[in-house]
């Protein structure tokens, strides 16, 4: 480990992840690497373990066995197993959306940006005290705050119903709002659950091009769960495939498609096939 | 009734009422009135000479009780077929009366605040140096105490949505806080007001962390629980509290250090003026009035700070504040403690007017009036717990002026029996016509261009 120069690291360190609930193993010794400007996409049929990954990078679980290391562009790195979540997006900077869209449904859209500004305003506002008295430059950060949520809503095309509590915006407006918000607390990686659920063709290739330019313009590295295939092959660099919580392909899209392994846990294989198949992927 | 309204021209005319339905319905309430009375109100019981209990038929009350609800379900029956096509059951204000008042808040605003400024005045020409007395007391502080009490407890539940229902623990902390500093160490109300206040704080953390884990129904009985031991040890501990009798002989508070009585350092005798326990009380209104307007601009000023928006992110959805890098422990023990603290300041005043405390001013009713307050004036609403403040402690108080109705139902009658009755039957009233409190909507705390207010339904109660 420390024979690989800094900035080689990748940005995000899995090894060995295990989690296990009672007798169950949702995540079975899985390693892999999230690099630095890269879409990493997790991909699996259902309950192969992928929100559960999430879950434990995000600190939402506590794994059962295993490390996660997160690198930052500055050289500090974070042990992501050992920090309570609000700490791993506070300080490791890594911000997450939930698969079923959690908003602040009763607060503006604004305000949702605003409450994603939390701990820097918290600080501006020092600690509450000064910014219950009026002193200090809170009014100012508070603007500062107020611009970069006018950025983002610009970005996603939002910007007209901003003053509009965030529930009464349609479905796909949601997704991207939800975006917009995890990219409020300016992280280094971004894990997106599913974002592309329950979209329509067009919002989905919006969608693309929003993840696209964040990684472009922002530089932030994307991790995301998808079962949307054309969103996986189009935009990610990389792509690891779990099945019953184990890893099976790991690589380029091109190289994950032609994998047969691949082909077997997603399609099915021929009852003879089986037996060979689940030999080579070490699940008999 | 579809063609009715499918032709909007035609006049509805002398539409045909289902008498029957209506019967039937009003037979179906009365039965479970019946039911209901015959357990509760059947038998009255009173102890004979010899210590025995004595059971007074009172069956014409049943037939009273069961005789009006069948009337009254009869009559609404009738009404609601009559008004089917409206939505609201019961309308006594014109449409829109609530969006009005809100457009001009802060109008109103100004307008309230005059009025409780100019209101010792007001009373004393109205009712004179004599009857003014009970007006700035028992209606302008007593209510005033409940305005502070429930704006505090807002910040708590409206805000934070987490479900406190020992509210009236720190209440007593603050209380207790004072007489005992005072008496004990003779410590100025200056200094014990602060000091009231930062115990009750403390003791809010305290509440905090082992229920910060909980949520809903588990969070209230625990608070509820909380609330009952504060009470239990001040009974209980009686070297420490003075168990149910109380504290009495409580240091008042001065005026910046000049008494309020007769002697010749007094406040009448320093500034010239003619000797009136009046003084003391208008100072204490003062008092209690910029207590509450403290409360007021606080938790404004709080809701537009990270923190205060950080609590009402943790009513809409705490896993996902959780994933925003907000610390949900301290966020929820910051809005107990604030809560809390106003709870103490409150207590502090309470026990200094009063003079005298025990622990049966703490009681559970006094918590579940502080939250029905906040409940039924809309959660989160500043407004909304003010006018549910006057109604509820203003129309108890209110009712003590009421001897009149016994020129009406004989000597027996006391109005002041009843408020609990009305207490509930106001609940009730109130949750069947604004489900969502008095004042439901949410005003957002910024805003782009255009401050629109957000619907109830939009907004969660939290789930503890």
């Known amino acids: 480990m420390a024979t690989v120069p800094l900035h080689d690291r990748p940005l995000l360190q899995v090894e060995h992840l295990t989690m296990r609930f009672g007798g169950l193993t949702a995540v079975n010794d899985l390693s892999f690497e999230a690099r630095k400007g890269d879409i990493t996409a997790l991909i699996g049929p259902n309950g192969a373990g992928k929100t559960t990954v999430f879950n434990c990078i995000t600190g939402f679980y506590k794994p059962t066995e295993g490390m996660m290391t997160l690198t930052q562009d500055s050289g500090s790195s974070y042990l992501l197993e050992r920090m309570p979540d609000f700490r791993i997006s506070w300080k490791a900077k890594v911000a997450r959306t939930f698969q079923n869209i959690r908003l602040f449904g009763g607060m503006t859209v604004l305000e949702n940006l605003l409450v994603a500004q939390h701990n820097p305003l918290m600080i501006a506002s020092g600690f509450t005290f000064l910014g219950v008295l009026g002193i200090g430059g809170y009014r100012s950060r508070e603007k500062e705050a107020i611009e970069k949520a006018k950025f983002w809503l610009e970005k996603i095309n939002l910007i007209d119903r901003a003053d509009d509590p965030a529930a009464d915006l349609p479905y796909g407006d949601q997704r991207r709002l939800e975006i917009a918000r995890a990219m409020c607390t300016d992280p280094v990686l971004l894990c997106l659950d599913e974002p592309a659920a329950g979209l329509n063709p067009r919002e989905s290739h919006d969608l693309n091009t929003l993840l696209l330019s964040i990684r472009k313009d922002i530089g932030t590295a994307l991790l995301l769960i998808e079962h949307d295939m054309s969103v996986v092959m189009e935009i990610s660099d990389h792509v690891v495939v779990l099945d019953y919580g184990t890893k099976i392909s790991d690589g380029t899209p091109a190289e994950v498609k032609a994998d047969p392994r691949v082909i077997a846990a997603y399609l099915g294989v021929d009852d003879e096939e089986v037996a060979a198949v689940e030999a080579e992927v070490g699940l008999a | 009734?579809?063609?009715?309204?499918?032709?909007?021209?035609?006049?509805?005319?002398?539409?045909?009422?289902?008498?029957?339905?209506?019967?039937?319905?009003?037979?179906?309430?009365?039965?479970?009135?019946?039911?209901?009375?015959?357990?509760?109100?059947?038998?009255?019981?009173?102890?004979?000479?010899?210590?025995?209990?004595?059971?007074?038929?009172?069956?014409?009350?049943?037939?009273?009780?069961?005789?009006?609800?069948?009337?009254?379900?009869?009559?609404?029956?009738?009404?609601?077929?009559?008004?089917?096509?409206?939505?609201?059951?019961?309308?006594?204000?014109?449409?829109?009366?609530?969006?009005?008042?809100?457009?001009?808040?802060?109008?109103?605003?100004?307008?309230?605040?005059?009025?409780?400024?100019?209101?010792?005045?007001?009373?004393?020409?109205?009712?004179?140096?004599?009857?003014?007395?009970?007006?700035?007391?028992?209606?302008?502080?007593?209510?005033?105490?409940?305005?502070?009490?429930?704006?505090?407890?807002?910040?708590?539940?409206?805000?934070?949505?987490?479900?406190?229902?020992?509210?009236?623990?720190?209440?007593?902390?603050?209380?207790?806080?004072?007489?005992?500093?005072?008496?004990?160490?003779?410590?100025?109300?200056?200094?014990?007001?602060?000091?009231?206040?930062?115990?009750?704080?403390?003791?809010?953390?305290?509440?905090?962390?082992?229920?910060?884990?909980?949520?809903?129904?588990?969070?209230?009985?625990?608070?509820?629980?909380?609330?009952?031991?504060?009470?239990?040890?001040?009974?209980?501990?009686?070297?420490?509290?003075?168990?149910?009798?109380?504290?009495?002989?409580?240091?008042?508070?001065?005026?910046?250090?000049?008494?309020?009585?007769?002697?010749?350092?007094?406040?009448?005798?320093?500034?010239?003026?003619?000797?009136?326990?009046?003084?003391?009380?208008?100072?204490?209104?003062?008092?209690?009035?910029?207590?509450?307007?403290?409360?007021?601009?606080?938790?404004?000023?709080?809701?537009?700070?990270?923190?205060?928006r950080a609590w009402e992110a943790l009513r809409e959805d705490e896993i996902a504040c959780r994933s925003l890098g907000i610390n949900t422990t301290n966020t929820k023990l910051t809005a107990f403690s604030i809560g809390a603290m106003f709870g103490g300041f409150a207590g502090a005043f309470f026990s200094a007017r009063q003079g005298f405390i025990s622990p049966e001013s703490f009681v559970f009713m006094e918590s579940a009036i502080i939250l029905a307050i906040v409940v039924l004036g809309g959660m989160g609403s500043l407004w909304g717990c003010a006018i549910a403040a006057i109604v509820m402690i203003g129309g108890t108080e209110l009712l003590r002026e009421l001897d009149w109705l016994k020129a009406i139902f004989g000597n027996d009658f006391d109005p002041t029996k009843y408020r609990m009755l009305i207490f509930g039957f106001a609940m009730v009233v109130i949750m069947i016509w604004k489900p969502r409190g008095l004042i439901s909507t949410r005003e957002p705390t910024t805003f782009l261009k255009e401050k629109k207010t957000i619907s109830a339904d939009m907004v969660q109660e939290g789930h503890g």
């Open chain 2, 1 to 308: 009734m579809a063609q009715t309204s499918s032709t909007p021209n035609a006049t509805p005319g002398p539409r045909k009422l289902d008498l029957k339905a209506a019967l039937k319905e009003a037979g179906f309430a009365a039965f479970v009135t019946l039911g209901l009375c015959i357990p509760i109100i059947a038998w009255g019981t009173r102890q004979n000479m010899d210590n025995v209990l004595v059971l007074d038929p009172r069956w014409d009350a049943v037939a009273w009780a069961v005789g009006i609800v069948f009337v009254g379900r009869f009559l609404m029956a009738l009404r609601q077929q009559g008004k089917a096509d409206r939505k609201s059951l019961v309308r006594f204000l014109p449409h829109g009366t609530f969006a009005f008042f809100q457009r001009n808040s802060r109008v109103f605003s100004l307008f309230g605040l005059g009025f409780l400024v100019t209101f010792p005045i007001i009373a004393i020409n109205l009712a004179g140096w004599g009857g003014a007395l009970k007006w700035i007391d028992n209606f302008g502080v007593q209510i005033l105490i409940y305005v502070m009490l429930g704006w505090g407890l807002n910040i708590v539940v409206g805000l934070a949505g987490l479900l406190d229902l020992g509210y009236v623990a720190f209440y007593a902390v603050g209380a207790y806080s004072y007489a005992l500093l005072a008496k004990n160490f003779g410590l100025s109300f200056w200094i014990l007001l602060p000091m009231s206040g930062i115990l009750a704080a403390f003791w809010g953390m305290l509440l905090g962390f082992p229920v910060l884990r909980l949520r809903g129904d588990y969070l209230a009985i625990v608070t509820l629980a909380f609330g009952e031991i504060i009470r239990l040890i001040l009974i209980n501990w009686v070297e420490f509290s003075n168990g149910y009798a109380g504290i009495s002989g409580i240091p008042r508070p001065s005026f910046f250090g000049i008494p309020f009585n007769a002697s010749d350092e007094g406040f009448a005798a320093v500034f010239g003026l003619e000797f009136s326990p009046l003084y003391r009380t208008i100072f204490l209104y003062y008092l209690i009035l910029a207590l509450a307007l403290l409360t007021a601009f606080v938790s404004l000023r709080l809701r537009r700070l990270p923190v205060g």
